[in-house]
């Protein structure tokens, strides 16, 4: 059985940074796990590697051969309305609205502080951890 | 917290049992089956942190190196991260 993941950027972004970090490891190593961005992710992480000079062929390479992409159609304001008790930034919410709208098991995040886990987990049943913490949980299964 | 100067402490397997609430007997068999990697120096083992990494920070050792090699750029990216997000938010 596929696990879904859904992958926020910071840990995209690592994974093209580092082909020997947690995050590279999650999402070129395991093909037990479907990973999924979404197409607000798209947009920010265009944003986030062209001001850090990442090759873009990098991030399609990845979109054509691992990631699944969930389309959002909702404005970034509505979700902001909607998850912003879940987050401690609002530009955050667009992240938790994709994770729970792809019914991903599992939120991949370095940014876990800004995420209020307990109620997520309590109300979403959606899991926030890092890449590694995942790695370590598949580990002892 | 987990750290390189601690990578390079070594614990007796006494230590260990205690730190990871097991008997002296099973980590002395786990030393056996190559799950705790210990030295032997005449009579006596000395297991390194590396070994026991889980105790310290929750991951096994080479999954901590894994994300200490994210964490090293991670501050640029979440500063870049919240930057676009700011700009896609006020769109």
Redesign the interface.
């Known amino acids: 059985m596929t696990t879904k993941l859904f992958v926020d950027s910071d840990v995209i972004i690592s994974s093209l940074l580092s082909s020997t970090g947690a995050a590279f490891l999650l999402l070129n190593k395991l093909d037990t796990v479907q990973p999924i961005i979404s197409n607000y992710s798209i947009t920010e992480l265009e944003l986030v590697m062209s001001r850090l000079n990442i090759d873009n062929t990098k991030l399609e390479q990845l979109l054509k051969n691992r990631l699944q992409v969930v389309q959002i159609n909702q404005p970034i304001l509505t979700l902001k309305q909607k998850y912003q008790k879940y987050v401690l930034d609002p530009n955050d919410a667009h992240i938790l609205a994709a994770a729970i709208e792809s019914k991903s098991s599992f939120l991949m995040t370095y940014n876990i502080r800004h995420y209020k886990i307990d109620a997520i987990k309590k109300d979403f049943k959606l899991i926030a951890l890092t890449p590694a913490m995942f790695l370590q949980y598949l580990r002892s299964l | 917290m987990f750290n390189d100067q601690k990578s390079f402490k070594v614990y007796t397997p006494e230590q260990v049992a205690e730190l990871l609430q097991l008997s002296k007997n099973t980590i002395y068999d786990l030393i056996s089956k190559g799950e705790i990697v210990a030295k032997r120096i005449g009579k006596v083992y000395r297991i390194p942190a590396s070994s026991i990494s889980?105790a310290f920070s929750?991951?096994?050792y080479d999954?901590?190196q894994?994300?200490q090699?994210?964490?090293?750029?991670?501050e640029?990216?979440?500063s870049?991260?919240?930057?676009?997000?700011?700009?896609?938010?006020s769109?």
């Open positions: 889980f929750g991951l096994d999954l901590y894994a994300e090699k994210d964490l090293k750029q991670l640029t990216i979440e870049e991260l919240a930057k676009a997000r700011s700009i896609i938010s769109k």
